[in-house]
């Protein structure tokens, strides 16, 4: 079983609705959970930060960490077409520099 | 600032050429990584370093090689490049203690032929 999960999509919903993007993961000692945006053609960009289990929200955006299932969630409201890109959910363990590991990315097209 | 730049945008290689990834931050970051993404694949950490003359290996760190002698800079060098090297390459930043938030360069798109 791979550490991260994440379905690759893509997943196209109209402006305007909930989107809900997903991962699982295997190693219970991740304790740091992350969501990147990355466009086409550039570079990921921090979007969201979590620490341990509970949920987040930063305007549209809302993260759930759910640990005891080994999930988490990213939830996007009134979705606009700008929000078409690729998500990328991301953990690590401990604290300082201990390595990030990545899912594969959830391509999102938000239709006008 | 800057951020995170990187050099070249695009490269063309042969097999057996070498070259190197230029990746430099103006952020007095002590975290510096690189990364190669490719379809299918995800994120993969090539190497990383946590400061200046500090290196070390991450989950795909064969038939590459880094060196930290800046803070500022975090070269990636192509030994001999391969086929099996045609990705994306990505140099990423942060403060120390905090690879949950680091900053992501825009990339290089290297072909080998």
């Known amino acids: 079983q791979k550490e991260v999960e994440q379905d690759p999509g893509p997943l196209s919903v109209p402006e305007g609705a909930i989107v809900s993007l997903n991962c699982t993961y295997s190693n219970s000692a991740f304790q740091y959970f992350m969501w990147y945006r990355q466009y086409s053609r550039k570079g990921p960009e921090l979007l969201m930060y979590?620490?341990?289990?509970g949920n987040k929200e930063d305007g549209r955006f809302t993260a759930q960490v759910d640990k005891s299932s080994k999930y988490i969630s990213l939830f996007i409201r009134d979705s606009q077409p700008s929000d078409s890109a690729t998500y990328l959910c991301a953990m690590k363990r401990g604290n300082r520099d201990d390595k990030i590991i990545f899912g594969k990315g959830t391509r999102l097209h938000i239709l006008p | 600032n800057a951020g995170v730049t990187q050099t070249p945008k695009f490269q063309v290689l042969k097999t057996g050429q070498s070259m190197t990834l230029q990746c430099a931050q103006d952020?007095?970051?002590?975290?510096m990584s690189w990364y190669r993404q490719d379809p299918g694949m995800g994120l993969r950490l090539i190497h990383y370093?946590?400061?200046?003359?500090?290196?070390d290996q991450g989950e795909v760190p064969n038939g590459y090689n880094v060196s930290r002698s800046t803070t500022e800079d975090f070269p990636l060098r192509l030994l001999s490049a391969a086929p099996s090297q045609t990705s994306v390459y990505f140099c990423a930043s942060s403060t120390s203690g905090r690879t949950d938030t680091q900053y992501f360069g825009p990339g290089t798109r290297l072909t080998v032929l």
């Open positions: 979590t620490y341990s289990s």
């Open positions: 370093s946590v400061g200046a003359g500090i290196t």
């Open positions: 952020m007095n970051h002590e975290y």
